[in-house]
Nanobody, 124 residues
């Protein structure tokens, strides 16, 4: 029943910023977490960031720590990934995912629902 729709991707020059959105619907359970993953061409999907449903605790991959910020707007039922100081290596398809209860937030196999992704391209 949970549906996730990503938006906000696009083309940006290195050093620029983008804000990704993930609109969630049909989430009737409490707890758990929402995460962002990305997959670059020819590479495996990797963890980017996550936030508990309460919004109290956040997690970041070392590669994006200090540059990306994850947040959630409860009134809009939408999660955001603010990406600053973008680098060409950030180029990937970005996916949001829903973990109905907290297990391992960095493990993609522990997530229950996935969006279809939004493309982010960073030029040099």
């Amino acid at each position: 029943q949970v549906q996730l729709v990503e938006s906000g991707g696009g083309l940006v020059q290195a050093g620029g910023s983008l804000r990704l959105s993930c609109a969630a619907s049909g989430r009737t359970f409490s707890g758990g977490a929402i995460g962002w993953f990305r997959q670059a061409p020819g590479k495996e999907r990797e963890f980017v960031a996550a936030i508990t449903w309460s919004g109290v605790i956040t997690y970041y991959a070392d590669s994006v720590k200090g540059r990306f910020t994850i947040s959630r707007d409860r009134t809009k039922n939408t999660m955001y990934l603010q990406m600053n100081s973008l680098k060409p290596e950030d180029t990937a398809i970005y996916y949001c995912a829903d973990q109905s209860r907290v297990r391992t937030v960095v493990a993609e196999n522990d997530y229950d629902y996935w969006g279809q992704g939004t493309q982010v391209t960073v030029s040099s």
